[in-house]
């Protein structure tokens, strides 16, 4: 059974995740930081693509002290499992997601990935081989799936959303929009890529809730499915 999949991004009011260098903002407040850290919390894995690793070098860890414990109480790892979708295995052996806070990590690379690069993760994580030049993600949530989880978040990049939601694997999207315009026809959006053409072919959301926290407004969408 594949995991039930929840996006979650931080866009500023013109939709950008990110400047077009790819650089980290400061989108959302505390406000959004803990409804965040307890979504991470009640989620068996959390996933991002390797550019969100290589630019923004996260831990994917829950930061609340008191949602660990409450983790620890009903028999889960102190953190999620985190999964990073990279399909040229390039995770830095360094990297904080996986040094970073106890609990297992999964590293999805695809068949063409190096071999030695594959191996040298394979110390620190798990390592699904799957696709023959990019991940294939339907599969990889199979054997998510299969390894227990059935509650994915997915925290970036477009790259990966897109992927996702091409394969119909989104389940829920929320959208916290910040405060501010960044700007620029190459920063990141929720979705990159080349998108769809034909309007049939578009993503069809129901809108669930409307929240205002910080300065700015959470949206919570479920996928409508045909």
Same mark, same amino acid.
């Given at each position: 059974?594949?995991?039930?999949?929840?996006?979650?991004?931080?866009?500023?009011?013109? !939709? +950008? *995740?990110?400047? =077009?260098?790819?650089?980290?903002?400061?989108?959302? !407040?505390?406000?959004?930081?803990?409804?965040? %850290?307890? $979504?991470?919390?009640?989620?068996?894995?959390?996933?991002?693509?390797?550019?969100?690793?290589?630019? %923004?070098?996260?831990?994917?860890?829950?930061?609340?002290?008191?949602? =660990? +414990?409450?983790?620890?109480?009903?028999?889960?790892?102190?953190?999620?499992?985190?999964?990073?979708?990279?399909?040229?295995?390039?995770?830095?052996?360094?990297?904080?997601? $996986?040094?970073?806070?106890?609990?297992? #990590?999964?590293?999805?690379?695809?068949?063409?990935?190096?071999?030695?690069?594959? %191996?040298?993760? #394979?110390?620190?994580?798990?390592?699904?081989v799957t696709g023959d030049t990019e991940v294939g993600l339907?599969?990889?949530?199979?054997? *998510?799936?299969?390894?227990?989880?059935?509650?994915?978040?997915?925290?970036?990049?477009?790259?990966?959303?897109?992927? *996702?939601?091409?394969?119909?694997?989104?389940?829920?999207?929320?959208?916290?929009?910040?405060?501010?315009?960044?700007?620029? +026809?190459?920063?990141?959006?929720?979705?990159?890529?080349?998108?769809?053409?034909?309007?049939?072919?578009?993503?069809?959301?129901? $809108?669930?809730?409307?929240?205002?926290?910080?300065?700015?407004?959470? *949206?919570?969408?479920?996928? +409508? #499915?045909?």
């Open positions: 059974m594949r995991p039930w999949v929840v996006v979650n991004v931080a866009m500023s009011a013109d !939709g +950008k *995740l990110s400047t =077009r260098e790819r650089r980290q903002v400061r989108i959302s !407040g505390s406000g959004d930081f803990a409804r965040v %850290d307890r $979504l991470k919390a009640n989620s068996d894995a959390v996933m991002v693509g390797i550019g969100t690793v290589l630019a %923004d070098d996260p831990s994917l860890t829950v930061k609340n002290l008191d949602y =660990r +414990k409450e983790r620890i109480s009903q028999g889960k790892p102190e953190h999620p499992v985190r999964v990073v979708v990279d399909s040229s295995a390039r995770t830095p052996p360094g990297a904080s997601i $996986l040094s970073k806070g106890d609990g297992p #990590r999964v590293i999805a690379v695809s068949r063409n990935a190096d071999p030695a690069r594959a %191996d040298a993760l #394979r110390a620190k994580a798990t390592v699904i339907a599969s990889l949530l199979d054997e *998510l799936g299969d390894m227990g989880i059935r509650r994915l978040m997915v925290e970036g990049g477009g790259t990966l959303i897109a992927g *996702l939601d091409r394969e119909g694997l989104i389940d829920e999207i929320y959208t916290y929009i910040g405060s501010m315009v960044i700007g620029g +026809k190459d920063a990141p959006t929720l979705a990159d890529g080349p998108g769809w053409i034909r309007e049939t072919d578009f993503t069809q959301l129901v $809108l669930a809730d409307i929240t205002q926290i910080d300065d700015g407004v959470l *949206l919570h969408w479920t996928v +409508k #499915r045909s």
